[in-house]
């Protein structure tokens, strides 16, 4: 019993504490009013209030997901194995479309996602904290570079977890036919 309240006088002498430090958290109440754009009493921004500190640029190396522009250079390797032969290929695409030069299996459907979804070779990093099944799909890997919509894209796939399973799933019509059958 008395070690709870010895942790609670702390909680709440650390709460005072903390309130007495706050601006408009403790003390003698503040006699002027809130200036424009501050709630009342406590000092702090309304959220109404329109601030002047721009917002971060957005981060050079992100790939934004969704539709895009559809155009693509890119060298995709997939092997099968640790020690099976690579497969390579080029997709170059223009405006969703494939050009000439492009040697994969199934250039439209791969031009097309990726005008769909600018994102599907550049899985952002994972978090932490995000769960993975603990499954394995199989041994195969996958090399993708090179640049879509301007952004340069230099991923790995593999299909030893279930987070990664899933992102190669996401990206399997442009890994193409020879991608692995997950």
């Known amino acids: 019993m008395r070690k709870q309240l010895s942790h609670a006088a702390l909680v709440l002498i650390a709460v005072a504490t903390l309130a007495a430090c706050t601006p408009g958290g403790g003390g003698a109440p503040s006699s002027s009013a809130p200036t424009p754009g501050q709630t009342e009493g406590t000092g702090t921004p309304s959220p109404d209030t329109e601030t002047k500190t721009p917002a971060p640029p957005p981060s050079a190396s992100a790939v934004p997901s969704g539709p895009g522009e559809g155009n693509a250079e ?3 390797m997939v092997k099968p194995s640790e020690t099976g032969k690579p497969t390579n290929f080029t997709l170059v695409c223009q405006d969703g479309v494939p050009a000439a030069e492009s040697q994969h299996p199934d250039a439209a459907a791969a031009c097309l996602a990726l005008k769909r979804n600018t994102a599907l070779v550049s899985p952002g990093p994972r978090p932490t904290d995000q ?3 603990q499954q394995y799909g199989g041994p195969q890997q996958a090399t993708v570079t090179g640049v879509v919509d301007g952004i340069p894209v230099e991923s ?4 030893t977890n279930g987070c990664e399973i899933a992102e190669w799933n996401a990206a399997k019509v442009v890994l193409g ?3 692995g059958a997950v």
């Open 177 to 179: 036919s020879s991608g």
């Open 74 to 76: 890119l060298a995709i």
């Open 156 to 159: 790995n796939f593999s299909l």
């Open 131 to 133: 769960p993975c099944t």
